[in-house]
Nanobody
């Protein structure tokens, strides 16, 4: 069982930046991917960024590519999501995930809210 705890959400104006953090209780070889999904009101959950922990290979959705950056700190079993050039449409609950593949998570965090005002 992997527990994920997010932090770092908040409110910001368009064009601003935030950094989200996710601490995992443990690392397992069966769940080598960590990443972030988001869900806006009335919309489906969307995978936005993923990282393969043992190679640091990263993957992004087209909607955030070039604006968001995912990174890891192995010693702390922690991943980060740097959100730059934020837009109002980035407003959503952001969930940290972990699992066996990029976009098929097995574990979810409780979520952290990101709100971007025009």
């Amino acid at each position: 069982q992997v527990q994920l705890v997010e932090s770092g959400g908040g409110s910001v104006q368009a064009g601003g930046s935030l950094r989200l953090s996710c601490a995992a209780s443990t690392y397992t070889y069966s769940n080598p991917y960590m990443g972030w999904f988001r869900q806006a009101p009335g919309k489906e959950r969307e995978g936005v960024a993923s990282i393969l922990l043992y190679s640091s290979s990263t993957y992004y959705s087209d909607s955030v590519k070039g604006r968001f950056t995912i990174s890891q700190e192995n010693a702390k079993n922690t991943v980060y999501l740097q959100l730059d050039s934020l837009k109002p449409e980035d407003t959503a609950m952001y969930y940290c995930v972990a699992g066996p593949s990029s976009w098929s998570p097995r574990y979810w965090g409780q979520g952290t809210q990101v709100t971007v005002s025009p």
